[in-house]
Every structure is written in C-alpha cells, then in structure tokens.
C-alpha cells in the first residue's frame, strides 16, 4: 500500500468508530450484510478484531477461536479506545517488517486486513443500522489491490463469499463491496 498502513487505519477508524456509537441497543439482533452475523455478532467480531490486531502489529501470538462477548457496559467507548490502540500499534515501523508468525503472510498484508475489517464491516454495520457511511477515499482506493490478493484464499476460507458483480462506474466502495461477495445494494428484509 501506497500510503503507509497507520494513515490509513487513522483516516479510516473514526468513520467506523462514528458507526458503532450510533447503533442503539435495539438494533443488537438486526441481520447484517455478513451472512449469519447479527449486528451484535458483527460488533463481537470486530472487538476481536480490533484488539487482535493490535497484538498482531507487535508480532505477538492470538487466539481466534476465543470469542468473548464485548458488549458489556460502555462498549461504544471501549471500541473507539481499542481503535485508537490499533492506530498507534501499526504506526510503530517495525510492525510492518517481516512475516507475521501467527497469519503466515507479510506484516504489510496482515495491517491491510484491519484496515479491510474495518473498512468493510463499518459498512456492514452501518447498512444493519441505517446509518450513512462514507469511508476513507485513500482506504478504499489502497483496498482493492489487497482484496484481488487475498480474494482467492479468502473465498476458499469462506471469508469472502463468491464475488457480486458491480458495474465498473459505481464508487470504489462499491466494487470493494461486490468483491468481498457482500451485495452493495442489501437491505434487510
């Protein structure tokens, strides 16, 4: 990526960050793009996300299979703190050198997957919850070169889901979208 990892994490982390506080506490079970995730799965994953991620800059070990439940008191504040901690951890030079020992690609890759996550489930949550969403230009732009990358792995993982076509003139996050296989047009229903 062109522009360095923690820019873009900074650029992108507080329209996520605006997506999650504006979700109220009755929205919790709505569906959400990410097949078989309501909102409140969504936002647990991301939790987890944001915090392994911050461990993966350092090069520390994480465990996935754990899945605590996040939100418990003060949540929304909880998130924008470990946001902000994600930020700082991939701005330190070093969390970009080398092959990531616990994903087994290139540190540079592993940051561009929190910025993906970020990126793309602040667009599910915001689609869940009826919330405008206007992500960082320069994440989407930086994005899509990763997501050709990762497409073919993340689909046989079901990461990704088979992709969704999109027209070549509708916006960049769009396309984004349809790649990952999430329909830019969803609506729940």
Known sequence: MATKTSELLAAAAPRTVAVVRGIADDQLDLPTPCHDYSVRDLLNHLFQVVVNFQDLAAKRPVEWADKPDHLADGWRDRFEVETDRLVAAWS????????????GMPQATVGGMALLDLTVHGWDLATATGQAYAPAPEATAALHELVAQLGPTARKMGVFAEPVPTDPTVPDLHRLLGVTGRDPAWAAG
């Open 92 to 103: 330190d030079p070093a969390s970009l050198e080398g092959t990531s020992t616990g994903m």
